[in-house]
């Protein structure tokens, strides 16, 4: 068999870029409303953070799409490239497959997400959480003492927790939107 043709994808990256405006959207309100951050602020922190997990997300699918199986490979290239699975032997499995892959995808973004908006906010020097205990009150030190929790733990869990948040939403609104491709743009008309 002779050399293949390069092939440009270009439904896959219109639909990527679709994918990291609406993400970027969405988290820029989480952001936004969860962190008490401005209009700018957040849109910028949502796309650059955005841009870093696609940007390190196709480069680790382009160096592990080479070492997996070629039947996944197939399914792999026919989906991007038709927007449908292949008949063979894995297509059964792939509705886990690509349950895992989903999970641990979210899981990995979220990780991603998480130590680039510090990294960002830390070199703009807008990283808020607290690092020196301030004087507190008996109130505080008996409620504090109670819960076990510090005031740079309850600062550095809120401030993870709303990463979690926008990141939850971007893949909700993503998987929505590849339903919508799936069955609605793909019906017969």
Do not use: C
């Amino acid at each position: 068999m002779g050399e293949l043709e390069p092939v440009l994808p270009l439904k896959a990256v219109i639909f990527q870029i679709m994918f990291l405006l609406v993400a970027t959207a969405l988290e820029a309100m989480v952001l936004r409303q969860k962190l008490l951050l401005g209009y700018k602020q957040s849109v910028r922190y949502a796309a650059a953070i955005n841009l870093l997990t696609v940007v390190v997300g196709w480069f680790a699918f382009l160096a592990i799409e080479p070492l997996i199986d070629a039947r996944l490979q197939a399914q792999v290239i026919s989906y991007v490239l038709f927007d449908h699975l292949i008949n063979n032997t894995l297509k059964p499995q792939m509705g886990w497959i690509i349950l895992v892959a989903g999970l641990v995808a979210f899981f990995m973004t979220l990780i991603l997400k998480l130590k680039g908006l510090e990294l960002i906010m830390r070199a703009l020097g807008t990283w808020s959480v607290p690092s020196q205990p301030r004087d507190l009150s008996r109130q505080e030190r008996y409620s504090r003492s109670r819960t076990g929790t510090t005031q740079h733990q309850q600062a550095a869990s809120q401030f993870a927790i709303a990463v979690l948040q926008a990141n939850a939403l971007s893949f909700s609104a993503i998987f929505l939107l590849l339903v919508m491709r799936s069955y609605i743009l793909r019906s017969p008309a």
